[in-house]
Each structure stands twice: as C-alpha cells, then as structure tokens.
C-alpha cells in the first residue's frame, strides 16, 4: 500500500514507484531494444519507434539513477531500502519488516519512500 504525500496525486505517486519497481527491466528492455536496432540497421523497419522508445526509457533510467547517485551521497540506508523495497522480486515484506532490516523508525522508512519517489518525479519533471 502506497501513502501519497500532501502535494502529490496519489496516481503520480504510483506512477513514480512503478517507473522505479522496474528500472531492472528497463535496462533489460533497452539492451534489447538495442541489439534490435542494429539487427535492422539496413531495413529501416521501426526505426523511428526503436529510437522513440530507447530515449524514452533511457531518459526514465537515467533520471532514477541521478536519484540513486544523490541519495547515495546522504548514506547508505537509501540504497538497502530502494534493494528492498523495490527491486527484491521475491520480497512481500512490510515498511515494518523493511524498517527492522536498515535499522530505522518505520516513520523514517516511510519519510525515505517519500523522498525518493518526489525526487525521481522532480528529475523526471512529474512534479516540482
């Protein structure tokens, strides 16, 4: 269950979390995107789409590991609850259980949820 901040539309929050759960598979799918497009170099066939949708992944990859770059700076909790709260596949662990594991408050787990999620769409320019 996601908490909207106070300014946030919950709809934009949980579209940043979701640009963020899969930021693995976005990295995936531009590799794949790439190898395509060379493949086809000669033929022409989708070009305009594969460069299209290559940017525009690149652009949501590159925002949400300018995000990662910052908070890395500020310690290392951020980078254990980003692993943990987005990018463990098998993981169905509550904020308390995430919280417990990086040694924090499970207030403070959610203040980091928030920060993270405004900063990705303040990079992104979902939101100020």
């Known amino acids: 269950m996601t908490t909207a901040t106070k300014t946030m539309p919950k709809e ?8 963020i759960i899969n930021y693995p598979r976005m990295i995936d799918r531009i590799n794949e995107l790439t190898r395509k ?3 086809n170099l000669h033929t022409h066939y989708n070009t305009l789409y594969l460069d299209t949708r290559i940017e525009r992944l690149s652009t949501v ?3 949400i590991e300018n995000v990662i770059r910052n908070l890395n700076s500020l310690g290392d909790p951020y980078h254990e609850f980003i692993e943990l709260r987005y990018w463990r596949t098998n993981s169905n662990q509550t904020m308390e259980g995430i919280a417990q594991k990086i040694h924090v408050s499970r207030r403070t787990a959610y203040n980091m949820q928030n920060r993270i999620v405004q900063m ?3 990079e992104l320019g979902e939101w100020q």
């Open 12 to 19: 934009i929050y949980r579209y940043i979390e979701h640009e």
């Open 37 to 39: 497009q060379e493949k």
């Open 61 to 63: 990859v590159q925002c």
């Open 120 to 122: 990705v769409a303040s």
